[in-house]
């Protein structure tokens, strides 16, 4: 009898035959040897069917036949791929089969693939086992074939699966056509179209309206002038220093409304006032030094990659937009350079971590392997300083390991092997690998410390604040390539600075006028909707507190490029691919305004990621289908009324 792996592309098809020694004759769609098959999907090979395919009926798109939800659902071979399903059919009932390994991608998306495959076939008396792996290396392969778990123990996450599914068919089927039907002519004839069709989504809307309301935060924004106060205070010939103006308990304008927060003046004449209120006449101003404070700060190595990280942090540095990434991310994960890359955790796990030094024996010989300038070749070198100085051995003990903080799969990391791919990548491929292998390595690394100076100069009862920040051991920054800019002129400053007292005279202060004015919020790049669609519509830039507040987010680290390129498709948002910045269309806008009046919850990222918070609960097991199911009916029926009772 023979065992049949099934791979969700062929490219993995093609690793697995290797990595299992599976030598047979390459097929019409699989591989063949005396006791094993190796055949592929090619992404889905089955969807749901539309509703005409439920009745006739249903092809014209009329009110009366909402809400559409049907008691059983169906679905078909899609027809471009018809000619691999029947392949993959085949081999799924052959006589000769007894074991099936499901190799799809580990998730809940890879898990759908086969399961629809699975039911569509009707595959009975076979044992079917789930492999579950992190990499594409031989070692773990082999690992997840020989831990292959019997495929039963993933229902809660098929079931998973199958929700997602009939959620995003549900939503988008009958909030489009009650929309379309409703709104569309009114819209239609706004925009001088002769049709539009009002394209719903159960994250897609949601996104969408996140980045038409930060344009309208923007474009309804007023801009704020304030005053701020700043002092010159000279020590010698040779040094002077400068102090900007907060406002105090001590202070005459203490609780003023004349402020602007408490940092200036909204009003510029308020402002001149008080800076003649701090001189006497025509005597030189005098202040003098009341506090000096003095403390060292350490930063931390950052966390991790996770995949919404990664694709915040490319779009920064190489403009490079959600989509792009994944698609390097996935290449250098089927090159077997990288972990795989759809995962949300920024940590690893114990039992990874104690197998960690085989990852960094592997990068030892970055060097020898690949074509790399002289700042890449560094990378060797950290490794080896890691290795030999054991600085690995308590990694299991650090805030970068930590099993409850891991879902499907740990975070990205680099291998170790298939360094010999790493000459065939092009530049943008290997500039990524190598920003996220720098990553890896400084977590092995101790902290930047910085002295930080902070010193407090009162002129009467007005204090003006002095503070000077230098890195005075660069840690793991030298390991991520950002050592401290402009450190040395820093340093020489912070010296002088140092050599202040307490309770010095400072005389001959001039002091002026600081013109300054709000800004309106940022729009949103690829990269920071990602992270906001990541913590359920809040854009979080400072990493600590964005691991605290964690929970569901909206749509998935798989899903969420995938929802921007959909926007873009159908002309609701525009990205601008130099600087990657998000900005709604006139369309966009237009049906943003549609859905707010008509189910403005289909806008709120809360309801939206409470959603995808449900999901994971029926995949964790602790609600059932049934429960989820009965809430979302009961939502797209009350929603369905709503609008037809209010047009």
């Not at 690793?15 to 047979?24: C, D, F, P, T, V």
């Not at 990068?363 to 300038?373: A, E, H, P, T, V």
Request: net charge positive.
């Amino acid at each position: 009898m023979k065992s049949l792996f099934i791979a969700e592309k062929p490219s993995v098809a093609l690793e697995i035959a290797k990595a299992l020694n599976i030598n047979g004759a390459k097929r019409n769609g699989y591989i063949e040897s005396e006791n094993a098959i190796v055949t592929w999907c090619v992404g889905h090979l089955v969807n749901m069917s539309y509703p005409e395919k439920y009745d006739s009926k249903y092809k014209k798109w009329t009110l009366k036949d909402l809400p559409f939800m049907p008691k059983i659902y169906r679905y078909e071979v899609i027809a471009n791929v018809k000619k691999q399903f029947q392949i993959v059919k085949e081999q799924l009932l052959r006589s000769d089969v007894s074991t099936i390994y499901v190799c799809t991608d580990s998730g809940r998306e890879g898990e759908y693939i086969y399961r629809l495959v699975d039911d569509m076939v009707q595959v009975k008396n076979k044992e079917k086992r789930r492999v579950w792996i992190d990499s594409q290396t031989v070692e773990e392969i082999k690992r997840g074939v020989k831990e292959a778990k019997s495929l039963s123990e993933y229902d809660n996450l098929a079931a998973a699966a199958y929700l997602r599914a009939k959620e995003d068919y549900l939503m988008g089927i009958n909030f489009s056509r009650l929309l379309t039907l409703s709104f569309g002519k009114r819209l239609s004839s706004q925009l001088g179209k002769k049709y539009v069709v009002i394209a719903v989504g159960r994250v897609m809307t949601c996104v969408l309206g996140m980045i038409v309301e930060r344009e309208l935060e923007i474009r309804n924004f007023t801009k704020t002038p304030y005053y701020k106060i700043q002092a010159t205070f000279p020590v010698n010939v040779e040094f002077q220093y400068t102090g900007e103006w907060k406002v105090t308990e001590d202070s005459k304008l203490h609780m003023s409304r004349l402020l602007f927060k408490d940092i200036g003046f909204l009003n510029k004449e308020r402002a001149l006032e008080f800076i003649d209120g701090l001189r006497d006449g025509n005597d030189p101003v005098k202040g003098i030094i009341t506090a000096i404070n003095r403390k060292k700060e350490r930063k931390n190595p950052p966390l991790l990659y996770n995949l919404a990280e990664l694709q915040n942090d490319l779009a920064k540095r190489f403009k490079l937009s959600p989509d792009e990434t994944l698609k390097i991310a996935q290449k250098l994960y089927e090159k077997k350079l990288l972990t795989y890359p759809r995962t949300d955790a920024r940590v690893i796990s114990k039992a990874v971590a104690k197998e960690i030094e085989t990852n960094l024996k592997g990068l030892q010989n970055l060097d020898k392997r690949c074509q790399l300038n002289n700042e890449e070749k560094a990378i060797s070198g950290y490794a080896n300083e890691i290795l030999k100085k054991g600085l690995f051995k308590d990694l299991e003990k650090t805030r970068y390991v930590n099993d409850k903080a891991i879902t499907d799969h740990y975070a990205i990391i680099p291998t170790g092997q298939g360094l010999e791919a790493l000459n065939r990548l092009n530049d943008e491929e290997k500039k990524v690998y190598i920003l996220i292998v720098r990553r890896f390595l400084s977590i092995f690394y101790p902290p930047a410390v910085f002295n930080q100076l902070s010193i407090t100069t009162k002129i009467k009862e007005e204090s003006f604040y002095t503070n000077s920040k230098v890195c005075i051991d660069e840690g793991y920054l030298r390991i991520i390539g950002e050592e401290a800019k402009d450190n040395d002129s820093k340093a020489e400053r912070a010296e002088l600075l140092s050599k202040l007292k307490k309770g010095q005279l400072i005389e001959n202060i001039s002091l002026e006028l600081k013109e300054s004015e709000t800004t309106p919020p940022k729009r949103y790049t690829s990269g920071s909707i990602i992270l906001a669609m990541e913590n359920a519509g809040k854009l979080i830039e400072d990493e600590e507190l964005r691991e605290q507040i964690k929970g569901s987010g909206i749509g998935t680290s798989a899903t969420r490029a995938e929802i921007l390129n959909k926007l873009q498709k159908i002309h609701y948002i525009h990205l601008n691919k130099k600087t990657q910045i998000l900005t709604p269309t006139t369309l966009g806008e237009k049906i943003y305004g549609v859905v707010k009046t008509s189910i403005p919850s289909l806008i709120k990222p809360e309801l939206t990621a409470s959603w995808e918070k449900g999901l994971s609960m029926i995949a964790r097991g602790e609600i059932t289908s049934e429960e989820y199911m009965i809430k979302l009916e009961a939502y797209i029926e009350k929603n369905v009324k709503k609008v037809l009772t209010s047009i």
